[in-house]
């Protein structure tokens, strides 16, 4: 019986998602694992959370919301929601660092169930969970690289008030736009059509082809991804335009 060949190191996989996502996938694939791709996702939301509080400072974030909810406000409703800013600017650090810990864990168990039963229910793929949820963990890496890059804008600013939480990196439509005086719905999209998660959306549909081997072709697997992804995006700008 001959050796099985040797799989990829942690290093080579990790630096694979980035240089050679196909080789990358394959091995992970067949050999799913997550611990590592899930401590550096919730390591760079730390370091992320850590500057927004030293450079910017909470209480600027909390207030910069809470301008943007109040400009079509009543004087009245202003005067009201003033005195929940002080509540408000408590509250927004605890989110922002439960958040860090728990969302990408729920996140990606949520959308690798989901996935599983599009690829598998519907296209009779042959995938794991184990497999699609190691596939949303490499995946999610290039929030490695938004995460190093939204630092910088950070400490950057000659202003820390200037920073847009909602858009701390300018790549997408939705970054260009005034929130205040463009539709919505429109803005909504434009900003959830953004260059890192086209990146990661891709690297998904990478993933999912490398698991399901010819049973599933690369279009299948990324109308498996765009198709879940666009309805919750289509939803978030339709309650957006709605009660925005």
């Not at 791709?37 to 509080?53: D, K, N, Q, R």
């Amino acid at each position: 019986m001959e050796p099985q060949p040797a799989g990829l190191s942690e290093v080579s996989r990790l630096s694979g998602v980035f240089f050679e996502p196909t080789k990358a996938f394959a091995d992970i694939a067949q050999r799913p694992s997550w611990v590592v791709p899930m401590l550096l996702t919730i390591l760079a939301g730390l370091i992320f959370c850590v500057a927004v509080g030293q450079r910017i400072g909470w209480n600027n974030v909390a207030q910069q919301q809470m301008e943007a909810r109040v400009a079509k406000m009543t004087p009245e409703q202003r005067d009201q929601a003033q005195k929940g800013l002080e509540m408000s600017q408590k509250l927004t650090p605890i989110i922002a660092y439960v958040a860090v810990f728990l969302g990408a864990p729920i996140g990606y168990l949520i959308s690798a169930g989901v996935l599983l039963g599009i690829v598998s229910g519907i296209m009779s793929a042959p995938v794991r969970f184990k497999q699609v949820f190691a596939i949303m963990c490499y995946a999610g890496l290039p929030g490695l690289i938004f995460a190093v890059l939204a630092v910088v804008v950070i400490y950057m600013k000659a202003n820390p008030a200037d920073f847009d939480i909602q858009h701390p990196l300018a790549f997408n439509a939705g970054a260009f736009m005034d929130p205040q005086t463009s539709s919505k719905f429109v803005y909504t999209i434009a900003s959830a059509i953004d260059v890192f998660s086209i990146w990661k959306i891709l690297l998904i549909a990478v993933g999912l082809k490398a698991a399901a081997g010819k049973k599933l072709s690369f279009g299948g697997a990324l109308t498996a991804v765009v198709a879940p992804w666009a309805v919750l995006v289509l939803i978030g700008a339709t309650f957006a335009g709605m009660f925005g």
